[in-house]
């Protein structure tokens, strides 16, 4: 194997940070292909909790690069301190590389984040992040961004940062908003971080092409998740950008036809943040307790996040849409000793979806729009629960036939339903609460 792309299959929260961990073990780079610090990725080495949000989780590993690629968008204030942060734990930042055409994103965009936000109203609000991403890649789409590329022009810069502040003031009034950005003050507060970041900017495909010509590794590492991609997803729920195993390849610069594998992460429920339709929702007991079982707070914004029961259509449709060569199960720990467990494998929609290549009145792939989707009720499969597992139970069990008969049984649904065979569980955050399947029910 020598590119691998590992993605989340559901709305983000997957659980892809510490798998990224784990695959990227003996990897020459590990490669973030869109979003910014708008993702939350948390890994846990040794004891020591590590937040990321925009660095790529390679750099916990020594002997690689961690690569900001092309489709990333990158708050360079954020960047700064998030390398402060990892240093100050004895982290080595040397290994951080930023794509020179990744996007910055500008004190404005997250100003005009926050007055696009309030000028949708009541259920139009999309739940952002309030990070900037949307009006940076808005910006990018828009042939006005700044690229980190430009760090290395200063006269260029200069002119960026002027009229972009000029072009947002304009926007934001406009929008009735009050704050204006002073083109200065940026200038001055962009210098303080480009002496630090300018000698990590670097043309990122090329050293990346270079890398694969030695015949080394590379691990393509996916934020957000296939249901926030901004053209399969519940649009307009969704993130700015395309989440998606295609965009691995555009995001980074490295050609379909290296890419060999594609991890698609699964939590074994389902969680959302933000705003939008979510059939298996629990607004019950058993949702709160998978919230506070499960930590279900965003890591960005610290948000409660909304839990559900695991939904197969959703996880069927991103192993369709993605190529998803196996799949890593996450968090099954979560729903030990919840008995019965439900899991949703079809929807049934209130009239004929034949048209829409349903059959009759049951789906069983995603679907387009989100007026559709408010209308489909999950159908469930009831499965019977495990009981709670030990640290010492885990630690016995030495391959999926030492696991609960009933465990067996939830990851066998999840296979047959789905097409795509489980290749890792990760029943806790630390590295070693990880099992690998052989994949053939061994
Ligand atoms: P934005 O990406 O900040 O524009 O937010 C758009 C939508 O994507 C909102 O519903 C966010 O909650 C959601 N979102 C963005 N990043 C993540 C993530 O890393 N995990 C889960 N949801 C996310």
Known sequence: MTCTVLMGAQWGDEGKGKVTDILSEGCDAVVRFQGGNNAGHTIVVGGQVFKLHIVPSGVLRENGLAVIGDGCV??????????????????????????DRAHLIMPYHKLLDGLQEEAREGSGKVGTTGRGVGPCYQDRAGRFGIRAGD????????????????????????MGGNAKVDPAAVLKDIQKVREKLLPMVRDAPALLGQLLDEGKQVLLEGAQGAFLDIDRGTYPYVTSSSCSAGNASSGSGIGLMEIDR?????????????????????????????????????????????????????????????SMTELALTKIDVLSGIDPLMVCTEYMVPRDV????????ILRHFPSHIELLSSCKPVLKRMKGWKELSADDW????????????????????????????????????RDETMLLSGDGA
């Not at 760090?151 to 406009?174: Q, W, Y």
């Not at 034949?354 to 009145?361: D, R, V």
């Open 395 to 430: 630690q016995a069990a030495r391959g999926i036939g030492d696991l609960p008969r009933e465990m067996r049984d939830y990851i066998a649904l999840i296979e047959e339903q789905v097409l795509s065979n489980v290749s890792i569980v990760s029943y806790g955050p630390a």
């Open 354 to 361: 034949s048209e829409l290549h349903g059959t009759g009145t």
């Open 262 to 322: 594609i991890v698609g992460v699964v939590k074994a429920y389902t969680t959302r943040v933000g705003e939008g339709p979510f059939p298996t929702e629990l607004v019950n007991e058993i949702g709160g307790r998978m919230r506070e079982k499960g930590r279900e707070y965003g890591t960005t914004t610290n948000r409660p996040r909304r839990c559900g029961w695991l939904d197969l259509v959703m996880v069927r449709s991103a192993v369709r849409w993605n």
């Open 74 to 99: 990158v708050d360079p204030w954020v960047l700064d301190q998030e390398l402060s942060g990892l240093e100050s734990k004895g982290i080595s930042t040397s290994n951080v590389v930023i794509s």
């Open 151 to 174: 760090l290395r022009f200063p006269k260029l810069l200069e002119e960026k940062v002027s009229s972009g502040c000029i072009r947002a003031n304009n926007l934001m009034s406009s």
